[in-house]
């Protein structure tokens, strides 16, 4: 079985090796990536290729609609492990246009498990909810509470425990918000970006 994938391997390695003979010796002595990345389970978001870092270069925490819910075990665990121990200086909370985690908080349908993850982009509909009912294209509805939704991640991040006990350490750590465009391959800056706990007020 996937005897496909298997193949795609050995070809993937065999063509790193003959490009960088030391990229994989290099590769496991050391992981000291600069960025978090907290993106979506989507398949067409592959966080390395779309910000071009090899192996290496980016640790990635992905989920349904990327989010960053301080209840979250999985999530908090990363952030932690990636604030704490590796010591990264960029947080990035990356949500796509067309994301159907999204679609799926606001379409009244019930789809089992998921409508519990998903509450908290309802949370965040609910709280503009004058802003987006006055788009009346939903495709450009939705974008916009993609980007409300990055916005109130990157608060999620900021506002924690682990991030706010690294600025009280004097560690060097911003979060950022982006937007990733399936449609032209570029990342959008929501201009969100927090330093320090001073910068929470501007969100």
């Known amino acids: 079985m996937l005897d496909d994938l298997k193949a795609n391997n050995r070809a993937w390695a065999t063509r790193m090796v003959s490009l960088d003979p030391e990229f994989f010796k290099?590769?496991?002595?050391q992981q000291g990536p600069q960025y978090l990345w907290i993106g979506?389970?989507?398949?067409?978001?592959?966080?390395?290729?779309?910000?071009d870092l090899?192996?290496?270069?980016?640790?990635?925490h992905r989920n349904v609609a990327n989010l960053a819910?301080?209840?979250?075990?999985?999530?908090?665990?990363?952030?932690?492990?990636?604030?704490?121990?590796?010591?990264?200086?960029?947080?990035?909370?990356?949500?796509?246009?067309?994301c159907g985690g999204?679609?799926?908080?606001?379409?009244?349908?019930?789809?089992?498990?998921?409508d519990h993850w998903l509450h908290p982009i309802r949370e965040v509909y609910e709280d503009h909810h004058a802003e987006l009912a006055a788009i009346p294209d939903e495709k450009k509805r939705l974008e916009r509470l993609c980007e409300l939704n990055v916005k109130r991640q990157v608060r999620n991040v900021a506002s924690d425990v682990f991030v706010n006990d690294a600025w009280a350490r004097g560690q060097s750590l911003s979060v950022h918000g982006w937007v990733y465009s399936l449609s032209t391959g570029l990342v959008n800056d929501q201009n969100v970006t927090v330093e320090g706990p001073g910068d929470l007020g501007k969100l």
């Open 69 to 98: 819910p301080p209840q979250d075990a999985n999530y908090l665990s990363v952030l932690q492990f990636a604030v704490d121990v590796i010591k990264v200086r960029h947080i990035i909370v990356v949500g796509h246009y067309g």
């Open 40 to 51: 979506c389970s989507d398949s067409r978001v592959p966080a390395n290729e779309i910000v």
């Open 102 to 114: 999204v679609a799926a908080a606001v379409s009244g349908k019930r789809l089992g498990l998921v």
């Open 54 to 60: 090899a192996p290496g270069e980016l640790f990635v």
């Open 26 to 29: 290099r590769l496991e002595r």
